[in-house]
Every structure is written in C-alpha cells, then in structure tokens.
C-alpha cells in the first residue's frame, strides 16, 4: 500500500471509532471539556480519559533528569531566534557554511525540555502484539554493535514558514511563529529500524508502530496527553528509517534525542521522535494525539477531523536575515538552499525585483541524500528596499506556488517567500 492509501485507511479506521492509542471519541471529549467546537482548540483544565497503548504505563528503564532550561545547548542571538521551549536557526547563520548544518545552530523542537539520559542505563524497549516475542530491550552498546548506516537527511518541522500564512497571506493560524529555520540537515548514523525489528522477531501480523520519547509528558491546557509519541505504518518503517545515535559524526546531543532517536526521511519532523525509550508493534491501527488532534490539516476544504499527511512540502530559503542590509551599486553574491521531499531540486529562479524578473540560480554542489541543493547568484543592487523571492522546482515537477493552502495549524507552507533586504 502506498502513503495516500495507508493515511486514508488510517482515516477511515478512526472514524469508525475503531482506534485504539487515541479514538476519535477520546478526542470529541477532550474539545467537549475545553469548551469549544474546534479540535485544533487547546485542552481545558479537565483531564480526558485517553485509553494509552497497551503497555504505555510501565515504568522507562532510564529515569532522565531535568537540566534548569527547556534546551541545553547555548543559544546566541545570532544563531537562533527562541519561541519558549523551541529554538529557530537564524538563516544568515548558513551563510559560508558546507552542506551540512552544524550543531552549534541546528534548530530545537521541544514539547517541552530536553531530558538527561544516562545512556549507560538507558534501554530501547520493543514490544507489543506484532512480535513474535517480547518484549526486547536493546542497550547502546547493543545497539552500536548492529551494522551502521550513515545518511544525509534533513529533518523538518510541519510547521516550518508558519509566520508567512499571516504575515504574507493575512491569514489566522496557530502554533509557533516560524519563519524558516525549522529546518536543518545532518549526517546522521545508526541502525536500520528494520534491522532491530526483525532481530526482535517481527511478526507477520504487525501493522503499525508507536514509538515514544523519554521526555516529559506533554501536557496543554491542564490535560496530560502522555509521552510524545506517534504512529509509523509499517512500510516507512521498513524502508528508510533510521535508530539514529550520532549525528555530523559525533555522539547525538541531549537536545536532538540523545542517546538515540528516530530519523524519517522526508517527513514532518514529529515523525522523528527523540529520546526514543520505546517502539510498540501492533497488529491493528494506532493513534495518537499527534496524528489526530495535531498535525492535520483543518479548515475549509478539509474534512471535519482534519485530513492526515506525512510527507514534506518544497520550499527555498536565502542565506540572509530578513532586512538586511547590502552595499548598494556593489556585486553581491546571493546564496540560498531549496529543497523537496519528493526528489532532488532540478532547478531555482530568483528574483531581485519583487518577482517581475526571474534568473536561474546556480547550483553550488550536489544536491545530496534526503537533502538540499545550495545555489547562487550574482546581484547588483542599486540603494533602496527591494524584495528577493526564490522558487524551487524539483524533478517530479512541482514548483512553489505563490499562495500556500490555508489550513488552521498553518502547516505546510510551501508558496514563495517574499524576502526584503535593503541596500545602501
Ligand atoms: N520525544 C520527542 N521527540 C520529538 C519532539 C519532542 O518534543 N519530543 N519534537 C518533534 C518535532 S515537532 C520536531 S520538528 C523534531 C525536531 O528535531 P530537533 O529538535 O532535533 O531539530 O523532533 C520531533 N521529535
Ligand atoms: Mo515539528
């Protein structure tokens, strides 16, 4: 089956109110007791009876400590722009920079804080009806001595370039204002999940996985929604992705899911759990708040529970802080990076003039794994404001357009981004 036919399914599935993790009644009941008709609302102060996954009760085998703020790493303001718990990469931050985002500006995002993991206790549980036995705990040591992969991807946030619904489209959304540096690519290494799921004797009945991360329970509006966790099918599972324990070479940061997290190539970042303390096989359909209550689409044109989505959008983004300043009547090299989750970029045009004129960009290195194509361009900018846009078309055809489809959580902007800079 392919994605469209598994997120359909999954749809049908929850609302025949046949899920189990996450029901589309436990849902109805938490909007209810907030007091409000939307499921995007937040929670109210009545905590809601959420049947967990089975197993979900017992006790992590490492228990994490708290650093004193949500995110460990340091985070200068010439780096990062900082929303509370979550931390965005200042795009200026990539200029001069290879192709790979160190970690030292990698963007942050945290339901809530970064948990310390002694990784000498720490154990990967796998368990559940979809294994032939169980459950299995792998420790790191265990782990590092699987066969390795290393890949080059990108990890995603759904709501990166959320900011641009409003301040572009006038549009209301909720969720945290990104422009666009929820986004970074790594090199990331670690074991197949599917090397450690049929090492654990995977079933021939399995259907969907759970994993779950070790931070601390999410909890919005006074309601406990549990560990961040959400549903894999099966078949991504499978096919490319990663139990991921190092990342640009070496051990993974407290703050990117240390000591090992899911890596899932051209998907939302949510997919890619951190922390990760447990992966639930099952032999039926999963649910979880974050793939119901969150990350859908809702809104006019999408069905009354929202319509569900996995995979990334286009988008391209230039190597400059919005405003900036640049020497006017003197040649700047403008530099920027597109990319796509659904192929390589094949080519990017750029505009100086507010998108009257459009050149192609040139390509600066390959366009590498799960990643992005860096480019150029030559400018000379006479003194004044001016508006830069750049619109990255990949090998399957599709290019940004210039309005993004609205929808209330303001996920998956992909439309062209307008970008003043000033010379003078
Ligand atoms: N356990 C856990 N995993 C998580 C999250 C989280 O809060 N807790 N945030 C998710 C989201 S929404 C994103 S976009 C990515 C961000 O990864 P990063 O912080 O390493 O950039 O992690 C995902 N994995
Ligand atoms: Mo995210």
Redesign the pocket.
């Known amino acids: 089956m392919d994605e469209f036919g598994y997120d359909l399914g999954r749809l049908h599935d929850w609302l025949a109110g046949s899920a189990r993790g996450f029901s589309r009644r436990d849902l109805l009941k938490l909007t209810a007791a907030a007091g409000v008709a939307g499921p995007a609302a937040q929670a109210s102060s009545t905590p809601p009876i959420i049947k967990q996954a089975a197993g979900q009760a017992s006790a992590p085998p490492a228990s994490p400590v708290q650093a004193a703020g949500p995110i460990v790493k340091p985070l200068p303001p010439e780096l990062f722009t900082v929303f509370g718990s979550n931390a965005e990469m200042r795009w200026s931050a990539m200029a001069g920079q290879g192709h790979l985002v160190p970690v030292d500006r ?7 804080s970064t948990p310390i993991i002694d990784r000498d206790t720490w154990r990967l549980e796998l368990t559940g009806a979809g294994l032939r036995r169980g459950p299995v705990f792998y420790s790191y040591d265990e782990l590092r001595r699987f066969p390795s992969v290393t890949m080059t991807t990108a ?4 709501g990166n370039g959320r900011s641009f619904f409003t301040s572009q489209q006038g549009q209301t959304v909720s969720g945290t204002a990104w422009q666009l540096g ?1 986004i ?1 690519v790594a090199r990331w290494r670690g074991v197949r999940l599917s090397t450690l799921l049929h090492h654990a004797g995977l079933g021939r009945n399995a259907v969907d996985l759970m994993p ?4 601390p329970h ?1 909890v919005t509006g006074g309601v406990d929604l549990g ?2 966790r959400r549903p894999l099918p099966l078949l991504k599972a499978l096919t490319d992705v990663l139990v991921a324990y190092e990342m640009n070479g070496s051990p993974l940061p407290p ?3 240390a000591p090992a ?1 899911l890596i899932v190539p051209y998907w ?9 303390g447990r992966i639930e096989v099952a032999d039926e359909p999963l649910f979880s708040p974050w793939n119901t209550q969150f990350y859908r689409l809702f809104g006019p044109g999408y069905p009354v529970d929202g319509r569900p989505f996995n995979r990334q959008v286009i988008k391209s983004a230039f190597e400059l802080d919005r405003n900036a300043q640049l020497p006017a009547g003197r040649r700047v090299r403008l530099t920027g990076r597109s990319w796509s989750a659904s192929g390589a970029i094949k080519h990017v045009e750029v505009s100086t003039d507010g998108g009257t004129r459009w050149r192609r960009a040139r390509p600066v290195g390959a366009g590498e794994g799960a990643a992005w194509q860096r480019w150029e361009l030559d400018w000379l900018p006479a003194a004044g404001a001016h508006e830069l846009l750049a619109r990255a078309t990949d090998v399957r055809g599709n290019t940004q357009p210039d309005v993004a489809a609205y929808n209330e959580l303001g996920y998956l902007f992909d439309a062209v981004v307008r970008h003043p800079v000033v010379a003078a």
């Open positions: 990698f963007f942050v995002r945290n339901h809530t990890v995603e946030c759904a929820a970074g779950s991360g070790l931070d999410y560990p961040v703050d990117h899911g997290r939302i970042g949510i997919s890619s759990i951190k922390w990760l």
